[in-house]
């Protein structure tokens, strides 16, 4: 019914920027939740930052004031600005969804239905 498809990594210095792309395809003209989570070798999977069908945001502490989600329906599109980006941001990240009309979104994982392949963001010197 959808497909999600990041782009965007990369390999960055510290304190430098990346903006993540997740753009959907398939049956996208019905309301979703959007979200973009990480996984780090070794560690579970986090929730970085969600955008709900009614237009509110939520970022995990270790990244508010860095990071910034925004989306574009028209174009189907969800991305990630990353700024400041720290050597603990090291991870790969994934755009998920969750169909339906919510006025709020939430970082757990199991709310997401739909996900996407990953993109590799690695933040070292």
């Known amino acids: 019914q959808l497909q999600l498809v990041e782009s965007g990594g990369g390999l960055v210095q510290p304190g430098r920027s990346l903006r993540l792309s997740c753009a959907a395809s398939?049956?996208?003209?019905?309301?979703?939740?959007l979200g973009w989570f990480r996984q780090a070798p070794g560690k579970e999977r986090e929730g970085v930052s969600c955008?709900?069908?009614?237009?509110?945001?939520k970022y995990v502490d270790s990244v508010k004031g860095r990071f910034t989600i925004s989306r574009d329906n028209a174009k189907n599109t969800v991305d990630l600005q990353m700024n400041s980006l720290k050597p603990e941001d090291t991870a790969i990240y994934y755009c998920?969804?969750?169909?339906?009309?919510?006025?709020?979104?939430?970082?757990?994982?199991?709310?997401?239905?739909?996900w996407g392949q990953g993109t590799q963001v690695t933040v070292s010197s």
């Open positions: 398939g049956f996208t003209r019905v309301p979703y939740n």
């Open positions: 955008s709900s069908s009614g237009g509110s945001t």
């Open positions: 998920a969804a969750l169909r339906g009309r919510f006025s709020q979104c939430a970082l757990e994982s199991s709310d997401y239905n739909y």
